[in-house]
């Protein structure tokens, strides 16, 4: 069965206390992964798509790698309005209509 | 571009009653999907739309909800005789290319 896992469910960090977030995943082929990040009352947002392992993406802050059962959401130096929800999600190998099944999602609190 | 809208933002309702939610999704988007989102998970595929057709349906759907998306442009969800685990965000999304999805902002159904 298609699966994604995300560690830890909650994260407290100090602000410019680095760290990582972790995707594990069970579809055997992987068409991409995604990660999101998604703010309290709102959708999620459109973080980064990765294809291939060893593919890494940055933003800001944040850099997305990925290996080949997972992916690591690096957050280097976090302020206080990186605290949002971060999700991971696949393409089920059963469907090519482009739906992604989504983690549980890491909650991240960075304090002042 | 401004954004995928959702209506109502809020929705509290009696157990039995129907409820029906709207998306506007981003207009030159041709794919439309919904998504439910329970506290402390990710969000759960529901359905998804290619233009006007209803292309794949979650086994989690009962019967009781329908979607549509005439002229391929707004969609509706409709919920028949609402449960109380019919509680959640309801989220819309739409894309362009396959898997990146923009989503709305939600709406929050309360089943009393």
């Known amino acids: 069965e298609d699966q994604v896992t995300q560690s830890p469910e909650a994260l407290r960090l100090q602000e410019g206390e680095s760290s990582s977030l972790n995707c594990s995943y069970t579809v055997s082929g992987l068409r991409g992964l995604f990660w999101y990040r998604q703010d309290p009352g709102k959708g999620p947002e459109f973080l980064f798509t990765?294809?291939?392992a060893g593919e890494e993406k940055e933003k800001e802050r944040l850099k997305a790698t990925l290996t080949k059962k997972e992916s690591f959401l690096h957050i280097t130096a976090p302020k206080p309005e990186d605290s949002a929800t971060y999700l991971c999600a696949v393409p089920p190998d059963s469907s090519n209509t482009g739906k992604l099944i989504f983690g549980q999602g890491t909650t991240l609190q960075v304090k002042p | 571009d401004t954004g995928v809208s959702q209506d109502p933002r809020h929705k509290i309702t009696k157990r039995g009653q129907n409820v029906t939610f709207r998306c506007d999704p981003i207009?030159?988007?041709?794919?439309l999907y919904w998504y439910r989102q329970t506290l402390g998970q990710g969000p759960e595929f529901l359905t998804y739309f290619q233009n006007e057709a209803q292309l794949e349906k979650s086994r989690l759907l009962s019967d009781r909800f329908s979607a549509e998306r005439p002229k391929g442009s707004f969609s509706t969800l409709e919920i028949q005789r609402t449960e109380q685990g019919d509680s959640a965000m309801y989220l819309c999304?739409?894309?362009?290319?396959?898997?990146?999805?923009?989503f709305g902002s939600g709406t929050q159904l309360s089943v009393l």
């Open positions: 207009s030159e988007h041709n794919r």
């Open positions: 999304a739409s894309s362009l290319e396959a898997e990146k999805l923009f």
């Open positions: 990765l294809y291939s």
